[in-house]
């Protein structure tokens, strides 16, 4: 009974900890949702820089179920920023720098459709196409992941420029929505409901290990004391009988 109850303690133990990692956002925090834009600005040609497998250091404005490069491209204009990306086909980022150049992958990797217009890219899944908005005519920055956020990256002969990896852009393709920087909890839970699976297994054949072992030690005993038993019956008996032979031998009886 009392293994019984551990394991089921560890049984809803184990479901806790997998309803808390489904619970776990998966995706960038969005601390501004802004899923068209409230003003109408005028939209320069976006330009677009290529497929990045993380968003930082831009803000996830939230997603949109008919969302665009260009509705992505006005709530940036709106914020006053110089870089946007969408991602997943439904996704729109802004930010004022460019993610690092080394986070930048391959452009295949921003295959899926967008919601609001399925002849366009709107990145993958997990990875941004970022693009400029077209907000500045200056040389945008790519964003250094060595230096603090407050700080803006000094120029230098080896610094990219957004101008060197720019192609005139028909509609991003996707942008990055962090998962693969974020801890797989889902993963992290089910290896926590194997180890206690595990565990109650070994625990389970412990117990029926030392159970089989004290019957056995019992049966054992149970032999050993009939056996005793018997011996002691049959001593007695002969004492008996060498009793009744010394009696006739003497004429007793």
Known sequence: MVLIRFVSVLAAASMLLTA????????????NPIATPTTTLAASEMTSIGCFAT?????NHGEWKFQSPGNCQ???LQEGKN???????????????IPAKEWQIGDDQCDTPCAGDKSTKCGGPGHMWVVLTGNTLNRVEYF?????????KPSS???PSAASAQTPTDGPSSAPNQKASKPNTAGIAAGVVVGIVGLAAILAGVWFFLRHRRQKQAEDDFRRNAHNIDSFVAGGDRAMAALRITRTTRGGY
Request: hydrophobic fraction near 30%.
């Open 74 to 76: 006005l709530i940036c």
């Open 20 to 31: 808390a990692a489904d619970d776990t956002p998966t995706t960038t925090p969005i601390k």
């Open 83 to 97: 870089v946007m990306a969408v991602s997943d086909g439904l996704n729109c980022y802004c930010g004022d720098k």
């Open 55 to 59: 968003a930082t250091p831009l803000e």
């Open 144 to 152: 250094d992941p060595a230096s603090s956020s407050s700080t803006a």
């Open 157 to 159: 002969a080896n610094t």
